[in-house]
């Protein structure tokens, strides 16, 4: 039924896997914190680990999880590292889970 729609659309495999991992990543209050806040701006570890209340050591190991699924990046300045969410797709996500607004960037 849905293939005789003119527009209908499904993912593939590959794409609802990598859509499902990411949805995995973000089961966790921490990161969902995380990448609210790197959605406003770019940020250090320090800094995240105070704004989200976690160790900059539990802070690192989450942000290596999500540098992995592509959701943040790092820009090495020195030897502190500064995080930013991938895009403001990372961002109208959250907010749809949220029930908010997307974070202004």
Known sequence: MHGTLPDFDMPGDDAAQAAAERFRLLADP???KILWALS????SVAC???LVGAT???????LSKLRLAGLVRGRRDG???????VDADVAALLA???????APR
Not at 40 to 43: A, D, I, V
Not at 79 to 85: D, G, K, P, S
Request: proline share 3%; charged share 10%; aromatic share 6%.
């Open 30 to 32: 921490t990161r969902v």
């Open 40 to 43: 406003q701006g770019e940020t």
């Open 48 to 50: 995240l680990a105070e």
């Open 56 to 62: 900059p050591t539990a802070v690192s190991q989450h």
């Open 79 to 85: 030897t502190f590292v500064h995080y930013t969410a």
């Open 96 to 102: 749809a889970a949220l029930g908010t607004q997307a």
